[in-house]
C-alpha cells in the first residue's frame, strides 16, 4: 500500500526552463509534507517543506504547491539548473501525536538538467 | 559539525554473518530514524529512537535491532544476515518540535551475499 506517489520515474528539462515533480498521498492524516534532494552517494538533503495550513510555499527558486482536495502537491523549480540533476523524493508526516517525525516517502523522480 | 555519521560507507557480508551500522550526531537531537532504500524505491522505515531508552518498531523492522543508550549513538543490529537485506542504508535525526524535518547520514550501501 503505497501512501506517497511519485508516479514519474524520471524528468528531463532544458536549463532554465522550468521543472515540476508531483506527488500523490492516499493518507488523510498526513499534514505535513517535505520534499528532498540526494545526489549519487549522499543522504538525501531536505529542500523545502509545507503544513496543510498552507497551499504555497516558496523559498529562492523552489516553490512548493499543496492541493489538499486532490491530495497532490507538487514542487517548482525556476530556472532549472545542471546542478538541480538529482533524485527528488516527496515524503509526508502527520504533525502531530505520536507521529514523532517519522516520514513515508514516494518512490523518487530522477531530474535531469541539460546545459 | 558532523552531522550525521554512518560507519561503514560500504560492506560485504554472507548470508547468516551478523553486523551493527554505527551512527553518531552531534546536533543534539532527541528521535532517531533508520530507513533503508532498495532500488527504484522510496526510505521505508525500519525502526526510530525517540530519545535515549526508547525504541519502537517502523514500517519494516524484521531482521534488525537497535538500542539508544545515548542521545548521540543509534546503532543498527543485523542479526543473521540475510540477500533481502541488501540496501543503502540511511541514519537520519530531528529536532523535538510539531513540524520536523529529518537529517540524513550519507548512508551505508550493505551487500548480503
Known amino acids: 500500500d503505497q501512501q506517497v506517489k511519485q508516479n514519474s520515474p524520471s524528468l528531463s528539462v532544458q536549463e532554465g526552463r522550468i521543472s515540476i515533480l508531483n506527488c500523490d498521498y492516499t493518507?488523510?492524516?498526513?499534514?505535513?509534507f517535505l520534499w528532498y534532494k540526494k545526489y549519487p552517494a549522499e543522504g538525501p538533503t531536505f529542500l523545502i517543506s509545507?503544513?496543510?495550513?498552507?497551499d504555497k510555499n516558496e523559498d529562492g527558486r523552489f516553490t512548493v504547491f499543496l492541493n489538499k482536495s486532490a491530495k497532490h502537491l507538487s514542487l517548482h523549480i525556476v530556472p532549472s539548473q545542471p546542478g538541480d540533476s538529482a533524485v527528488y523524493f516527496c515524503?509526508?508526516?502527520?504533525?502531530?501525536?505520536?507521529?514523532?517525525?517519522?516520514?513515508?516517502f514516494g518512490q523518487g523522480t530522477i531530474l535531469t538538467v541539460h546545459p | 559539525n558532523a552531522g550525521v555519521t554512518q560507519t561503514p560507507k560500504f560492506r560485504i557480508l554472507k548470508i547468516g554473518q551478523s553486523m551493527t551500522l554505527q551512527c553518531t550526531q552531534d546536533?543534539?537531537?532527541?528521535?532517531m530514524y533508520w530507513y533503508r532504500q532498495d532500488p527504484g524505491m522510496g526510505l521505508k522505515l525500519i525502526y526510530y529512537?525517540?530519545?535515549?531508552?526508547?525504541?519502537d518498531k517502523g514500517e519494516v523492522p524484521n531482521g534488525y535491532n537497535v538500542s539508544r543508550s545515548t542521545t548521540e549513538d543509534f546503532p543498527l543490529r543485523l542479526e543473521l544476515a540475510a540477500p533481502s537485506q541488501t540496501s543503502v542504508y540511511f541514519c537520519?535525526?530531528?529536532?523535538?518540535?510539531?513540524?520536523?524535518?529529518?537529517?540524513f547520514g550519507q548512508g551505508t550501501r550493505l551487500t548480503v551475499v
Open positions: 537520519a535525526t530531528g529536532w523535538t518540535g510539531r513540524y520536523t524535518e529529518a537529517f
Open positions: 515524503a509526508a508526516s502527520s504533525a502531530g501525536g505520536t507521529s514523532y517525525g517519522k516520514l513515508t
Open positions: 529512537s525517540v530519545g535515549a531508552g526508547i525504541t
Open positions: 546536533m543534539n537531537h532527541n528521535y
Open positions: 493518507n488523510s492524516m498526513f499534514d505535513y
Open positions: 509545507i503544513s496543510s495550513i498552507k
